[in-house]
């Protein structure tokens, strides 16, 4: 009976307890709650569990979702919402988005498949990997792409590249799943850790305010169009934990350095 009673709580449960480290799903700017229930039950079908909605057009706790989840109700219930996309990714070292149109970000784009392998490989190092999704109507935005390390495809009709939130969710999952190697190796201790996309957009916002300080952008629309180009830049490098520290404590010294001469100079006018 106690055999009985466990493979009954594992499968009520999505057999969650016995799947290991996996990708983070985030849907960004959800507008139906159908639509998350169902990626909830895509996610659950490959062993995939940890989902965040950021910014949903509905409200939560939601009786669709629920019914549209078909029984991965835990998945729901792990669930986590954000008020925007940076505070989603704050323990997110590796990020991939998926975009069916082209971009003009400078971003590697890679096949599902290729994503799949790279990121078992990131979580066997004991890093966080992150799956992002856009809104059903609009997708994703260029400054929401800009925080992802590389573009993810799935190779469709071109002419006809129309996949809802939940298909696109389950074809990434079954790659996940597909390329599951047996066996789990344990992160290595030694290996140097990616920064944290919340710390990487710390330091660009951190970057943009000195640079506004010393007036680097003129024009407002040099600044929109600056800001983004620099925090792709910032992803593209793949910043270490260490080097992020580094470069915060050198943009603080400059800092401090402007600011005291300035100080000096208006002293010494007085």
């Not at 499968?11 to 998350?36: D, H, K, S, Y």
């Not at 997110?92 to 784009?109: E, F, N, S």
């Not at 809104?135 to 071109?158: F, H, K, Q, S, Y």
């Amino acid at each position: 009976m106690r055999d009985k009673n466990l493979i009954r709580s594992k499968t009520l449960r999505g057999g969650i307890e016995t799947l290991g480290e996996a990708p983070v799903v985030i849907l960004c700017r959800p507008q139906m709650a159908e639509n998350v229930g169902t990626a909830a039950r895509a996610m659950l079908n490959f062993g995939i569990y940890q989902l965040r909605l950021v910014a949903p057009g509905f409200g939560w706790p939601n009786a669709k979702a629920l019914m549209a989840a078909s029984g991965a109700n835990e998945v729901l219930n792990r669930m986590e919402i954000f008020p925007d996309l940076p505070s989603a990714l704050h323990d997110i070292h590796t990020l991939y988005a998926t975009t069916a149109r082209g971009r003009d970000l400078m971003k590697p784009v890679l096949p599902a498949d290729t994503v799949a392998e790279a990121a078992h490989a990131a979580i066997a190092e004991g890093h966080r990997v992150g799956f992002l999704f856009g809104a059903e109507r609009t997708g994703l935005e260029n400054d929401e792409i800009a925080l992802a390390d590389a573009i993810l495809t799935i190779p469709v009709n071109p002419y006809f590249p129309s996949l809802n939130l939940a298909q696109a969710v389950l074809l990434v999952s079954y790659e996940w799943h597909r390329r599951r190697p047996e066996g789990s190796p344990a992160p290595a201790p030694d290996r140097t850790v990616p920064a944290a996309k919340a710390d990487v957009h710390r330091l660009h916002e951190a970057l943009m305010v000195e640079l506004d300080q010393v007036d680097f952008f003129k024009t407002p629309e040099r600044r929109r169009t600056f800001a983004l180009t620099i925090e792709t830049m910032l992803e593209r490098r793949g910043f270490t934990t260490s080097e992020i520290h580094l470069f915060r404590g050198i943009l603080k010294e400059l800092t401090t350095a402007r600011r005291d001469k300035e100080t000096g100079k208006r002293e010494a006018g007085a």
